[in-house]
C-alpha cells in the first residue's frame, strides 16, 4: 500500500542517519510501470559483479544485501501502481558484526526515477522531491507553430502533450495576395490557441493539487493567447507568471523553470505565511484553541484535540519525529515551517511548536 507522505518523510528521516563502513548501501529505484522481472535480473547480475570486490567484508555485505533485495522482490511478482524504491545494506556501526536491514517503500505518488547505486549512502533525492510536492504547476511554452504542455511536481517535469499549429511561414503561396494570406494564418493561429486551450482544460481543470500555470513564450503570442477569449476562466485565474523566451519544446519547459524560480518561491512562501498568521490569530485569541506549550501539545494530540501541528525546520529531530508520528495517529494535519520569512523566524523564536485545536482539553 502506498504510503502517505507523513509515513514517507519519517522513513526518509531515519534513512538519511545510516551510513556505511564501506561502499556497501544498496538503494534501487523502481519507476512506475517498470517491469519487475527486469529489476531482479539487473541484481542478480550485480551479484556476479561483487564478486570481484576485494574486501572480504565489503563483498559479503554487498552479495547478502542483493540476495535479500532478489528474494523480496520475487515474492512482490509486480510493481507497485506508484512505483517503488528498496534499500538494503549493513548499517551496524562495528566492524565484523554484520546488521542487514531491508526497506520497502511505494510512494505516495507516481515514482519516476529508475536507478540502481551502491553507495556508503542512501540515495534519497527523489523521495524527498516527493516531500515537497504539496501543489503541481502547470506549464505552458508556445509560439504560433507549437506548444508543449508539462507538470511541474517537486523538481521533476512531465510533458503531457506537443501540439504543432500547421501556420505556414511568412512566404505566400504563388499568386495570394496579402490580405487572404493574412486571414488564413490568422484563422489557423486561433484555431490552434483553441485546441492548446482545449487540451490544458483536459489536463488541468480537475487537478485537485494545482496551485498555478506558468506560460512561456515569445512576447505577443503567449499574450495574444491569455488576453483572448481562449482560456478557461478557472485556469486563467491560476496563471501566475508570463516569462518571456523563444524555446516551445521539452527544454522551453526547463528554461520556463529556471526562469520562474522566484515566482515559485513566493508562492511557497506566502503558503508559509498564511499557514503561521492562521496559527497567530488563533493563539492571540482568549478561547484557548491554539498552544505553544509541548507538553500540553502532546497531551492534546494523545486526545486526538488537534487539528493542525506547526513544526519548525529547527526544532529538534527527535521530538519532531515524536510529534509527527502522534500526529499522523490521530489524523493531525502536519505543517513544517522553514526560517525563510520574518514569521518562521517569530515562531521558531517562540519555541517552534505550535498546535490549532479542534476542541480543548
Known amino acids: 500500500m502506498a504510503m502517505n507522505k507523513s509515513e514517507l518523510a519519517e522513513?526518509?528521516?531515519?534513512?538519511?542517519?545510516?551510513?556505511g563502513k564501506h561502499t556497501e548501501l544498496i538503494s534501487v529505484y523502481i519507476s512506475e510501470g517498470y517491469d519487475i522481472n527486469a529489476v531482479q535480473k539487473q541484481l542478480e547480475a550485480e551479484k556476479a559483479t561483487a564478486k570481484n570486490i576485494k574486501s572480504p567484508g565489503t563483498r559479503k555485505n554487498v552479495i547478502d544485501a542483493l540476495e535479500k533485495m532478489v528474494r523480496e522482490l520475487k515474492e512482490m511478482k509486480n510493481t507497485p501502481e506508484n512505483g517503488l524504491a528498496l534499500f538494503c545494506g549493513d548499517i551496524s556501526p562495528t566492524e565484523g558484526q554484520q546488521n542487514l536491514q531491508f526497506w520497502a517503500i511505494e510512494p505516495p505518488v507516481p515514482l519516476k526515477t529508475r536507478l540502481y547505486r551502491c553507495d556508503k549512502d542512501f540515495v534519497l533525492e527523489p523521495?524527498?522531491?516527493?516531500?515537497?510536492?504539496?501543489?503541481?504547476?502547470?506549464?505552458?511554452?508556445?509560439?504560433?507553430?507549437?506548444?508543449?504542455?508539462?507538470?511541474?511536481?517537486?523538481?521533476?517535469?512531465?510533458?503531457?502533450?506537443?501540439?504543432?499549429?500547421?501556420?505556414?511561414?511568412?512566404v505566400r503561396a504563388g499568386g495570394q495576395s496579402?490580405?487572404?494570406?493574412?486571414?488564413?494564418?490568422?484563422?489557423?493561429?486561433?484555431?490552434?490557441?483553441?485546441?492548446?486551450?482545449?487540451?490544458?482544460?483536459?489536463?488541468?481543470?480537475?487537478?485537485?493539487?494545482?496551485?498555478g500555470i506558468l506560460v512561456g513564450g515569445p512576447v505577443p503570442t503567449k499574450d495574444e493567447f491569455l488576453d483572448g477569449d481562449y482560456f478557461a476562466t478557472k485556469l486563467k485565474q491560476k496563471v501566475i507568471g508570463r516569462i518571456d523566451l523563444g524555446d516551445t519544446s521539452e527544454s522551453g519547459l526547463k528554461e520556463l523553470v529556471e526562469k520562474s524560480q522566484e515566482i515559485l518561491e513566493k508562492q511557497e512562501i506566502m503558503q508559509e505565511k498564511r499557514e503561521i498568521k492562521r496559527f497567530f490569530e488563533a493563539l492571540a485569541k482568549t478561547s484557548g484553541m491554539a498552544s505553544i506549550d509541548l507538553e500540553y501539545i502532546k497531551k492534546s494530540l494523545l486526545s486526538g484535540a488537534v487539528d493542525t501541528i506547526l513544526i519548525s525546520e529547527k526544532t529538534n529531530r527527535k521530538i519532531s519525529k515524536e510529534l509527527k508520528q502522534k500526529a499522523k495517529n490521530t489524523g493531525a494535519e502536519i505543517?513544517?515551517?522553514?526560517?525563510?520569512?520574518?514569521?518562521?523566524?517569530?515562531?521558531?523564536?517562540?519555541?517552534?511548536?505550535?498546535?490549532?485545536?479542534?476542541?480543548k482539553i
Open 178 to 211: 496579402s490580405q487572404r494570406f493574412h486571414r488564413i494564418t490568422e484563422g489557423l493561429t486561433k484555431d490552434f490557441y483553441k485546441r492548446v486551450a482545449e487540451e490544458m482544460k483536459k489536463i488541468f481543470f480537475e487537478m485537485p493539487r494545482l496551485k
Open 127 to 170: 523521495l524527498k522531491e516527493m516531500l515537497e510536492a504539496d501543489e503541481v504547476f502547470g506549464l505552458l511554452v508556445m509560439d504560433r507553430k507549437e506548444a508543449t504542455i508539462g507538470l511541474l511536481e517537486g523538481k521533476h517535469i512531465e510533458v503531457f502533450q506537443k501540439l504543432t499549429s500547421g501556420v505556414p511561414s511568412q
Open 11 to 19: 522513513i526518509v528521516e531515519e534513512l538519511e542517519d545510516y551510513r
Open 335 to 359: 505543517n513544517i515551517i522553514s526560517i525563510e520569512t520574518d514569521e518562521g523566524k517569530q515562531f521558531q523564536n517562540m519555541g517552534g511548536i505550535g498546535a490549532i485545536l479542534r476542541f
